[in-house]
């Protein structure tokens, strides 16, 4: 069974720094790109960063470009993100996610986020 | 970076209605569009991807349409279930981004 499960929230002082950490089971994890979501409360989803299944690529929000830091241990089948500077606007539950790109009718290869974790909740506040 | 806008964004209705949901894209994205199906306090589960192809194990009243910037979600009798929040995606670029999110509501 596919599984991801993510760990690390808690509450930060703004300006401090957390760690952000997935675990994944059930499949091939160096295969696939992984993401972070993350959702305000009463929000809805934003996308964070994408991680290709080799580190070879990695993408982020604006939001959060030069502030977060996305990496992967696929030894340890662990995604995590780094979260520096971080604000009240930060504060949400944190969802890893597993991109598949899968063939549509056509044989166009469209990504897509079919598993997720349960999420983990960041408070920034003081 | 590309904008999703659904509508509406809230939507009553009852058990056994056919319900539509719109999403547009700010630019032209094929047919790289996704739905997910979001319960309170529960991670979002998707539901179609590319448009219209349903997702394994989402029941049949699901479907999804559309190419370009117009989509649309529809489930064609409402199952007590299905009271959520919905939300479109685009992957037409890795710089992912949702839609804002529609809240189907019992009436």
């Known amino acids: 069974e596919v599984q991801v499960v993510e760990s690390g929230g808690g509450l930060v002082k703004p300006g401090g720094s957390v760690r952000l950490s997935c675990a994944a089971s059930?499949?091939?994890?160096?295969?696939?790109?992984m993401n972070w979501v993350r959702q305000a409360p009463g929000k809805g989803l934003e996308w964070v960063s994408c991680?290709?299944?080799?580190?070879?690529?990695?993408y982020y929000a604006d939001s959060v470009k030069g502030r977060f830091t996305v990496s992967r241990d696929n030894a340890k089948n662990s995604l995590y993100l780094q979260m520096n500077s971080l604000r009240p606007d930060d504060t949400a539950v944190y969802y890893c996610?597993?991109?598949?790109?899968?063939?549509?009718?056509?044989?166009?290869?469209?990504?897509?986020?079919?598993?997720w974790g349960q999420g983990t909740l960041v408070t920034v506040s003081s | 970076d590309i904008q999703m806008t659904q509508s509406p964004s809230s939507l009553s209705a009852s058990v056994g209605d056919r319900v539509t949901i719109t999403c547009r894209a700010s630019?032209?994205?094929?047919?790289?569009l996704n739905w997910y199906q979001q319960k309170p306090g529960k991670a979002p589960n998707l539901l179609i991807f590319?448009?219209?192809s349903l997702q394994n194990g989402v029941p049949s009243r699901f479907s999804g349409s559309g190419s370009g910037t117009d989509f649309t979600l529809t489930i064609s009798s409402l199952h007590p279930e299905d009271f959520a929040t919905y939300y479109c995606?685009?992957?037409?670029?890795?710089?992912?981004?949702f839609g804002q999110g529609t809240k189907l509501e019992i009436k």
């Open positions: 996610a597993r991109d598949r790109s899968e063939a549509d009718a056509s044989g166009n290869y469209v990504n897509h986020f079919d598993s």
């Open positions: 059930g499949f091939t994890f160096s295969s696939y790109s």
């Open positions: 991680i290709g299944g080799r580190s070879n690529y990695i």
């Open positions: 630019q032209s994205i094929s047919g790289y």
């Open positions: 590319a448009a219209s």
């Open positions: 995606q685009q992957s037409y670029t890795t710089l992912y981004t």
